[in-house]
């Protein structure tokens, strides 16, 4: 028997379907079929984050209807975000009646439970949405994917942020902290199976431990607890909120050899203005102190971004304030979306929406100047000095990964695999960053 879980949406989500594979393979589900067509079970597992994710999950269930015709033993089950988004289980089963069983994000932890009451009822479906958070489940299999050796741990689920334009709060319930001992746990056993980069995950690390009544247990505290369990590994964390990444935390990543220097700081807009209707609780001047605080104390740290354009109500004016901001900040990385309308939050009922193409030029523009960012980033990096991880050979040269995930070439060389190196880079040529070992 094998199963087959597409995700959709972030590394969230990513990280829960590695634990629904774990949970199916204890139910006897072998291995990940290669297709849909190979499979007992397909599991999508999915997300509402903009319209255009959920019309291609659409067209991916749609997809689905000829083989379960074919193969009436075939579960299919539909999972995650968009399940668990008002009204989207009951629009699932209207559209597409041959789907099993659907669930939520707040019990994926009952994927097994859920898959023998299907089999052993007599009912056409199950659907179960919890309709909230019934605390957190520790102990789930997990079926890590190895992929360049990382391990993904969640530090907090949820969030409190309410971000105008966001449905996250409302699909993933309020913010709800793992025991700081449940997390270390975790990580001393990724370390000794192997794995060289952990990596935290919250929708807003710099806000762990706010709701639980210990002043100990925080971000900060979080980090060096990890990075004080012994081993050859490395702690990166996503996604840092402006308004919470203090100097505390900046200075205990700065201090700390085993953590990353790569901090995603969503920015959404560089217009004051669009900031306080997006209801992101910092100005423009606020985001760029925190750049300069990384800057100070971590001269060489991978900065990227997230930003939304068309946001409704953005002028060229205020556009142009994000625009400039990229110039100025110089990301290494910059993830850009247009505006999606999410019913249910409160950008959704604003005035002033924006045209479609006017969203379509904004992003454009952004992403022409995010590539020659990037390019210009690419060569400044020359002389300056990676740590690596060695991850393949290719003809006469050793392919590595930089903390940040830049892909690193160093010629002639046949370098031990997943193996941690201190490199220089001495050239860019041909899109790939050049590198020699200094240790
Ligand atoms: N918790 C993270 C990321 C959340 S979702 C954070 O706070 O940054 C990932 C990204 O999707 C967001 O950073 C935002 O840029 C984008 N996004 C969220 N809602 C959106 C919407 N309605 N339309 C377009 N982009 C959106
Ligand atoms: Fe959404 Fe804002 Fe929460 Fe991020 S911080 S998940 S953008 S509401
Ligand atoms: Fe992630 Fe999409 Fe859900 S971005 S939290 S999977 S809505």
């Not at 999950?57 to 000829?66: P, T």
């Not at 994927?111 to 009451?117: N, S, W």
Request: net charge neutral; proline share 2%; with cysteine.
């Amino acid at each position: 028997m094998k199963y087959y879980i597409k995700t959709f949406g972030c590394q969230m989500n990513v990280h829960d379907s590695e634990k629904l594979a774990g949970m199916l393979q204890s139910l006897g589900y072998k291995e990940q079929a290669d297709t849909t067509k190979d499979a007992d079970i397909i599991v999508f597992n999915t997300c509402c984050i903009r319209d255009g994710v959920e019309q291609k999950i659409m067209g991916n269930i749609g997809a689905l209807k000829k083989l379960k015709k074919s193969k009436p033993h075939l579960i299919i089950a539909i999972c995650g975000c968009m399940s668990q988004a008002e009204g989207r289980s009951e629009m699932i089963l209207s559209k597409f009646p041959f789907v099993d069983i659907i669930f939520g994000t707040h019990n994926i932890h009952a994927l097994k439970d859920l898959i023998l009451q299907y089999q052993e009822g007599n009912r056409r479906h199950i659907i179960d949405v919890w309709p909230e958070a019934r605390g957190i489940y520790e102990d789930i299999e997990i079926s890590r994917d190895g992929l360049f050796s990382n391990a993904w741990v969640n530090i907090n689920y949820g969030c409190n942020n309410f971000c105008s334009y966001c449905i996250v709060p409302y699909v993933r319930g309020r913010e709800r902290s793992r025991n700081m001992a449940d997390i270390v746990s975790e990580c001393r056993s990724i370390v000794a199976d192997g794995y060289k980069y952990i990596t935290l995950l919250g929708q807003n690390v710099n806000s762990y431990g706010n709701d639980i009544d210990d002043e100990n247990i925080n971000f900060a505290n979080l980090l060096k607890e990890i990075a004080s369990i012994p081993g050859d590994f490395r702690i990166k964390f996503m996604t840092s909120h402006p308004k919470d990444l203090t100097l505390d935390v900046i200075k205990v990543i700065a201090e700390n050899e085993k953590i990353c220097k790569c901090i995603h700081l969503p920015v959404q807009s560089g217009s004051n203005n669009i900031l306080k209707l997006m209801n992101r609780k910092y100005t423009r001047e606020h985001y760029l102190s925190v750049v300069e605080n990384i800057r100070q104390f971590m001269p060489d740290a991978y900065i990227s971004t997230d930003i939304i354009v068309g946001f409704p109500g953005e002028t060229d004016e205020d556009f142009m304030d994000t625009y400039n901001l990229v110039k100025d900040v110089k990301y290494d990385g910059v993830f850009a979306f247009m505006f999606s309308k999410r019913s249910g939050t409160v950008a959704a009922k604003m005035d002033n929406q924006i045209d479609e193409d006017t969203k379509k030029d904004r992003i454009h523009k952004l992403l022409q100047l995010s590539k020659s960012v990037t390019k210009d980033n690419n060569k400044q990096s020359i002389g300056k000095i990676y740590n690596i991880l060695t991850i393949n050979h290719e003809d006469n040269n050793t392919i590595a990964q930089s903390d940040s995930g830049k892909t690193i070439l160093i010629e002639n060389s046949s370098l031990e695999l997943n193996k941690f190196y201190k490199a220089r880079i001495i050239r860019f040529a041909n899109n790939k960053l050049i590198a020699e070992i200094i240790n």
